[in-house]
């Protein structure tokens, strides 16, 4: 029998009847929802699982995007101005031609013999090498850098690591300089950061600082042989930037 077919008052009663229905059922729904929500159980579950759900963002690569965040925007809204006095002295390209380098070979040791000479004379506070003296070369070169170093008295040169890509530290293999450098230098300490070539450096290795025994990072070396107090707690350590003027003055070799 189709519907229009069917008395007025029959077809009007059962209008009614589907208009109230869904009404019926939202007013069911909102009493349980509210039950649930007033129950005992319902904050402390919704709580643990904000927290485990929290826990397994921050772990993954996303939480280490927001604790990178969270340091550069210490910098980015406010920085101190640096005090320190640094040059740079940098291996550039210009540096390469002029002094008749070849890449991809070392340096010869008489330019970093006379460069150190230079800055003895000028009384340089300290000079930090983050150079690789790990094998002996010209006996006569490496004698003129090694004299150079202990005129100074204040030379801190760097080794390196090798193995994995960013080793723990008990796990770690260094390679120190050829022994006749590491008499002679003050320190040595290992020149790694955690980044790749074109990407922010945020730490260096050790990335959990200060490192232990004869094994620390090349800056931490040698704030220590500045005679900076340094906290020897065992934590993560980051790189401090001064913002868009670096803290120090470059100089081609």
């Known amino acids: 029998v189709k519907r229009k ?3 007025r008052e029959i077809r009007c ?4 009847s ?5 009404q019926r059922f939202r007013s069911q729904a909102t009493v349980k929802f509210k039950a649930v929500i007033e129950a005992k159980w319902f904050k402390p579950t919704v709580g643990a699982a904000l927290t485990v759900l929290c826990g397994l963002l921050l772990w993954g690569p996303l939480g280490e995007a927001w604790e990178n965040a969270s340091y550069d925007y210490l910098f980015r809204f406010g920085h101190r101005a640096a005090t320190n006095q640094v040059a740079l002295i940098l291996m550039d390209h210009e ?3 002029k002094l008749g380098q070849i890449r991809g070979e070392h340096w010869s040791r008489d330019l970093h013999a006379s460069l150190l000479n230079k800055l003895t004379e000028d009384d340089c506070r300290l000079v930090v ?7 002996e070369g010209n006996r006569t070169n490496d004698e003129a850098l090694t004299n150079a170093m202990r005129r100074n008295g204040h030379v801190v040169i760097a080794s390196k690591i090798s193995g994995p890509t ?18 002679a230098a003050m320190n040595c300490g290992v020149g790694k950061a955690d980044a790749d070539t074109g990407t922010i450096v945020r730490r260096h290795w050790p990335f959990f600082g200060p490192g232990e025994g004869e094994i620390h990072s090349l800056g931490w070396t040698a704030a220590q042989s500045l005679g900076v107090p340094m906290d020897s707690k065992i934590e993560k350590q980051w790189l401090r930037y001064y913002g ?3 803290a120090w003055e470059p100089f081609s070799y």
């Not at 090498?129 to 094998?135: E, G, I, P, S």
């Not at 960013?166 to 008499?183: G, H, I, M, Q």
């Open 5 to 7: 077919n069917w008395p």
């Open 13 to 16: 009663s059962l209008s009614q």
């Open 18 to 22: 589907f208009l109230h229905c869904p």
């Open 95 to 97: 540096s390469y031609g």
């Open 129 to 135: 090498f983050d150079v690789f003296f790990l094998t």
């Open 166 to 183: 960013y080793p723990r530290l008990d796990s770690a293999s260094v390679e120190f300089p050829a022994t006749n450098f590491l008499k």
């Open 244 to 246: 868009e003027k670096p």
